[in-house]
């Protein structure tokens, strides 16, 4: 039902080469159901500043679902999407999990996918933990409880907002985004679980466009300041371990302790 949808839009463009993007007419009794922000890409500072500035536009809704872009939704969804959240045990649900991927060109009408799961995946060399989205292996029936939270796909009542908003002074972080905000999730209460239908389709390719990574220069260091700020929220050292050195042949193979 579009007329409860109410949209907030940040864009990090080039507002010239990408002007084609802005033509786009809403029909009328939809305008004010939208809201912007433009920044020019060479401002960008990653995530999690994006994300601070998207949670601006916020106007009290009762629910609040926030993605990523490229984005493609199947039909009824909205209704779908809140019945699961009321579905969860918990007073303070948040649904979250990678969304299965779809193809450019791709019609929404034929995308279906079993619904994922987010699962540890191993440690990057700044010391963060990766997450990946498995399979199930068969529906539920209801919400499954998760470990982990993605920041590409989450919905909760907007009350989570209030309660965790985004720190603006994470620029340029990528890798420990999710990390701190599950924690700060969970000290206030909050549960996580995993949908139990793919309502939500990402396009996971990046090969036809620039990333912000490649366009935007980090000559403060920010990146590495909001590293020393990601690691002391999640209590970890404050350099990540250098890596273990591989087994000498001295030490034996897999059953040298059996």
């Given at each position: 039902d579009p007329s409860r949808i109410f949209v907030g839009l940040?864009?990090?463009?080039?507002?010239?080469?990408?002007?084609?993007?802005?033509?786009?007419?809403?029909?009328?009794?939809?305008?004010?159901?939208?809201?912007?922000?433009r920044v020019p890409h060479t401002e960008a500072r990653g995530p999690?500043?994006?994300?601070?500035?998207?949670?601006?536009?916020?106007?009290?809704?009762?629910?609040?679902?926030?993605?990523?872009?490229?984005?493609?939704?199947?039909?009824?969804?909205?209704?779908?999407?809140?019945?699961q959240l009321k579905a969860c045990p918990s007073d303070r649900p948040v649904l979250s999990t990678y969304p299965p991927g779809y193809e450019r060109g791709q019609s929404s009408s034929s995308m279906q996918a079993p619904p994922t799961v987010l699962c540890?995946?191993?440690?990057?060399?700044?010391?963060?933990?990766?997450?990946?989205?498995?399979?199930?292996?068969?529906?539920?029936?209801?919400?499954?409880?998760?470990?982990?939270?993605?920041?590409?796909?989450?919905?909760?009542?907007?009350?989570?907002?209030?309660?965790?908003?985004?720190?603006?002074?994470?620029?340029?972080?990528?890798?420990?985004?999710?990390?701190?905000?599950?924690?700060?999730?969970?000290?206030?209460?909050y549960d996580v679980f995993a949908p139990t239908k793919s309502l939500l389709f990402h396009l996971w390719s990046r090969d036809y466009r620039p990333s912000f990574a490649a366009d935007v220069p980090d000559p403060f260091a920010l990146k590495e300041r909001s590293l020393r700020r990601a690691r002391m929220l999640l209590g970890c050292p404050a350099a990540p371990p250098p890596p273990a050195p591989p087994p000498s042949s001295e030490e034996g193979g897999e059953d040298a302790d059996g």
């Open positions: 940040l864009w990090q463009v080039d507002l010239d080469a990408d002007e084609d993007c802005f033509r786009v007419k809403l029909p009328w009794e939809f305008e004010r159901q939208v809201c912007e922000v999690c500043w994006a994300r601070y500035l998207a949670q601006k536009l916020w106007n009290h809704e009762e629910y609040y679902l926030q993605i990523d872009s490229h984005m493609r939704f199947v039909e009824g969804w909205d209704a779908e999407i809140i019945s540890a995946s191993d440690f990057g060399k700044e010391g963060m933990l990766r997450i990946k989205g498995r399979i199930m292996l068969r529906t539920p029936d209801a919400p499954v409880p998760g470990l982990f939270w993605a920041a590409g796909y989450s919905f909760s009542c907007s009350s989570l907002i209030k309660d965790v908003p985004y720190d603006p002074s994470l620029k340029n972080l990528f890798f420990g985004e999710e990390m701190t905000m599950l924690a700060r999730m969970w000290t206030k209460g």
